[in-house]
């Protein structure tokens, strides 16, 4: 991304002196727990980014499916969470009773190479499940870019790439496996309980524990990836037709630099390659925290340091296979707000939202990011039957995300945007109703699997109005 040395060294040239104080990041203390909790040897559960605080009174992480199913039935009518990796930024898996990790249930379960097709355990985490594929000749069509996440996880919120003629992760699923309420081992897929197929390909974990996912892969692939700066208005006014042209693409803005980074990827038979200018990712978002330190009491002097700098930025291309192109390790921690908007409304809403960020909001230095989208006719996917543009926006973990997000998020919801399920968003059960046409035959499935509400933790209840 960005070498921060060069650039803080090349900012430090410049004929400025910075004010005492000015620019210091804005900190707010983690989430703080809502009340007051006697001594207990079960460790309290944070999510990644440390928002979500959870004290669980019981923490389990069974060995196998029969283990799973035992924990499920003999839960003792407490609410019972699966966790993976905690990469949701909503209270998901906030829960007094049972948090139930599948970090142990894990693998490649079998596969089929004629069709292309796999199964795995649920709790794999995509890092692995890309790896073990790979040893077989196969591959997930695509993927999106957090490594950690589990599968489970992944298509229970309908985690996505980007790439406007490929669908979010869910859309790659032949048939489920859920461990109900009293540990039952229940199977489904379009022809067998197509209703509850239907409803479990994004579930929130409010049907029951995932355990089992029948994939439809294809073979191995290789991509060519470049990673490329440009100034935004040049990267908006190509936007679209690049999406249409490339089998990934998808862009991100630096914030008051007036620069973006494209990046493009296509399937290739070429050798591996590496690219010499190689620089980290988590390195440059730093870059950016510093540079926001040191110039941001000046928005605009901030931003000619940017633009000087990235003009000199080269081109980054790279030939990896699949997995190890799309999914990456994010050290750096933050907060998130991504909605998906119909896309020919996606880019009008980013430039509002870049007008309003740029205005109000000079301590904020996370890039944006932006994704393609292709339809599916899954209830609960947020790409139900329209091709989207996804935004995402960014606060640094340690920072108060409230009021910027507050600002950007009527923005989303006036272009008719849908939240993504794992990131942070203020809708309830009559705004998602009216999102999603099929919004109460979900929540008759659920009912149905689920009449106690044995998954259903307090923020579940609050989201489906019970």
């Known amino acids: 991304m960005i070498s921060r040395r060069q650039l803080l060294k090349f900012a430090a040239a ?30 309290p559960w944070r ?56 970090d142990r249930i894990q693998g490649l379960v079998d596969y089929d190479n004629e069709n292309h097709t796999a199964v795995m355990e649920a709790g794999t985490r995509l890092y692995n499940a890309g790896e073990l594929l790979d040893e077989v000749g196969q591959a997930f ?27 979010c992760m869910p859309v790659y699923v032949n048939g489920l496996e859920l461990i109900t309420a009293d540990g039952e081992r229940v199977y ?25 996912v029948h994939l439809q892969n294809r073979p191995s692939y290789r ?20 999406a249409d042209r490339h089998r990934n693409f998808e862009f991100f803005y630096i914030p008051f630099s007036g620069w973006g980074f494209m990046d493009r990827q296509d399937i290739t038979d070429a050798e591996i390659r590496l690219s010499e200018d190689h620089t980290d990712q988590n390195e440059g978002v730093y870059t950016l925290q510093s540079l926001r330190d040191w110039l941001g009491w000046s928005s605009r ?23 190890q192109t799309y999914t990456h390790t994010r050290a750096v921690r933050f907060n998130e707000m991504e909605y998906h908007l119909p896309r020919e409304e996606g880019l009008k809403a980013f430039r509002e939202i ?54 950007v998020e009527p923005i989303f919801r006036r272009y ?27 929540l008759e499935v659920r009912q149905a699997m689920d009449p106690e509400g044995r998954f259903l933790n307090t923020y579940l209840r609050e989201l489906f109005g019970v």
Not at 75 to 80: D, R, T
Not at 223 to 242: C, G, K, N, S, V
């Open 301 to 323: 002097l901030r931003g000619f340091a940017m633009d000087m700098y990235m003009r000199r930025l080269p081109a980054e291309h790279t030939v990896l296979p699949s997995w």
């Open 47 to 102: 999510n990644w980014s440390g928002l979500q605080v959870a004290h669980p009174r019981q923490r389990v992480a069974p060995a196998s499916i029969e283990d799973l199913q035992q924990l499920v039935a003999e839960a003792s009518g407490g609410v019972v969470r699966p966790v993976g990796a905690g990469h949701s930024f909503t209270p998901l898996m906030n829960t007094d009773d049972v948090l139930l990790s599948l």
């Open 14 to 43: 410049l004929p400025v002196v910075k004010l005492a104080g000015a620019g210091a990041p804005i900190k707010q203390a983690r989430a703080a727990e809502a009340t007051a909790r006697p001594a207990s040897n079960v460790i």
């Open 416 to 442: 008719g945007g849908r939240p993504h399920w794992g990131k942070l968003h203020s809708l309830g059960p009559q705004e998602l109703a009216a999102l999603y046409p099929h919004w109460d035959d979900f």
């Open 354 to 407: 870049r007008e309003v960020l740029e205005k109000n909001f000079p301590e904020v230095f996370f890039p944006f990011e932006v994704r393609w989208v292709q339809a599916d006719d899954i209830w609960l996917s947020p790409f139900y039957r329209r091709d989207c543009i996804s935004i995402a926006v960014h606060r640094y973990y340690d920072e108060d995300h409230t009021a910027f997000f507050k600002a």
């Open 223 to 242: 991509l060519e990836r470049t990673l490329e700066w440009q100034p935004i208005e040049e990267i908006l006014a190509e936007a679209d037709a690049l």
């Open 188 to 212: 489904c897929d379009a022809d067998t309980r197509p209703d509850l197929f239907q409803a479990a390909r994004v579930n929130l974990g409010a049907l029951g524990v995932l355990s089992r």
């Open 141 to 167: 069509p695509n993927m999106p870019d957090i490594a950690e996440q589990s599968l489970a996880g992944a298509f229970g919120t309908a985690t996505h790439g980007t790439g406007a003629g490929l669908g």
